[in-house]
């Protein structure tokens, strides 16, 4: 089960508000390749995943997942906290505002709320782990397109950290598909009768 | 916690830095096995966003947009 | 200390720790790092009961609490008021 550390995994500290760039990292709240769904879909595939060192892998990866949703939802409410209306029209965050007002709300950059549809749990264990490996890919590249997007260090800083977490994550994640590799192929030698194939 | 850990360590300081995969099939995904070295000190860990030095990559296209051969 | 360098510490070795822990789920027999990630857990342990004897509650389940009861104190991590800026000359 889970419990809760009073503390960001990585300081954030924002002086300057900006809407616009608010609406953009949203998406790594609750866009496609975004931190909730990365928990959710890690957390789901371990109940049926192969090897000790996998499960605890999928296990305590899923668990910093929820670290890094915290950071990102904290990223965008100090980007929008206090705003005036002007600044809100401004910045051209109305369509957002009228839906949320000034709170964090799970979905992409394109205004799509948060899906299922875009991860997968499907429980053939190599399958996960590939699965796993292009959504670490797909949110580094998320996180650098990002990190082009503004020239704020508060901003930056904190978004460096994600997206090299990204990058260990996906390390962790191809060692638990060899380590998965091999038990499986042992697991065909030795009881050949319940292979799929030689 | 180990004094004489370096607070920078050269990624050169720990060579090879993955073990050889042996037995290569194909159709088959495979990520070297990391060998762990030199670690960063807590400090330096989090401001880094990894403890271990080879995996630490701060090398993307930080301007001017796409990449266009 | 102050409370956001006690705070920073602890960040620290948290961050280190957990780092170090998804190492050792793909790694589970180097016993070197069990002892660099044991050394680090008992550090931490101290800090962290230095911080909430001083500051108030960091976890909801190991922390005590004076009266009244501290753990819906402000300001909670996303808050402003609970960061800080990573500050170079302690790395």
């Not at chain 1, 419990?3 to 809407?19: A, T, V, W």
């Not at chain 3, 280190?16 to 550090?43: F, K, R, S, W």
Request: proline share 7%; charged share 20%.
């Amino acid at each position: 089960m889970w419990m809760y550390d009073k503390k960001l995994e990585y300081p954030i500290l924002i002086k300057n508000p900006n809407p616009a760039l608010a609406k953009l990292i949203v998406t790594q709240y609750g866009g496609p390749d975004g931190e909730l769904g990365a928990a959710v879909r890690y957390l789901s595939q371990r109940f049926s995943m192969l090897t000790p060192q996998a499960r605890a892998t999928l296990n305590d990866i899923g668990t910093e997942e929820l670290g890094h949703l915290e950071m990102v939802g904290t990223i965008v409410r100090q980007l929008i906290e206090g705003l005036s209306d002007r600044e809100i029209e401004e910045g051209g965050f109305a369509p957002y505002y009228v839906d949320h007002g000034l709170a964090v709300y799970p979905m992409s950059a394109g205004g799509v709320p948060f899906s299922a549809a875009t991860l997968q749990s499907l429980g053939d264990p190599i399958t996960d782990l590939t699965e796993n490996m292009a959504a670490e890919q797909k949110a580094r590249s998320t996180y650098e397109y990002l990190i082009r997007m503004t020239d704020d260090p508060d901003v930056i800083g904190p978004l460096k950290f994600l997206r090299e977490r990204e990058i260990v994550h996906f390390q962790r994640f191809g060692e638990s598909l060899g380590i998965v590799q091999d038990y499986l192929d042992q697991k065909r030698v030795f009881a050949p009768q319940t292979a799929c194939e030689s | 916690m180990n004094e004489t850990i370096p607070a920078t360590p050269a990624a050169g300081d720990c060579v090879p830095l993955e073990t050889p995969i042996e037995d290569v099939k194909l159709a088959r995904a495979y990520v070297p096995v990391q060998v762990r070295c030199a670690v960063f000190t807590p400090a330096v860990s989090l401001t880094k966003g990894t403890a271990f030095p080879p995996l630490w990559n701060d090398c993307f296209l930080r301007t001017g947009g796409v990449i266009d051969d | 200390m102050t409370e956001q360098e006690l705070l920073q510490k602890i960040m620290e070795l948290d961050f280190y720790i957990i780092d170090l822990h998804l190492y050792l789920n793909t790694h589970p027999e180097d016993a070197d790092a069990i002892g660099m990630y044991n050394d680090a857990v008992l550090q931490n342990r101290d800090l962290r009961a230095e911080y909430t004897q001083k500051y108030g509650m960091l976890t909801s389940n190991h922390c005590v609490s004076a009266v009244p009861w501290q753990w819906i104190d402000s300001p909670w991590p996303w808050q402003k008021a609970a960061n800080f800026e990573l500050r170079e000359e302690n790395v």
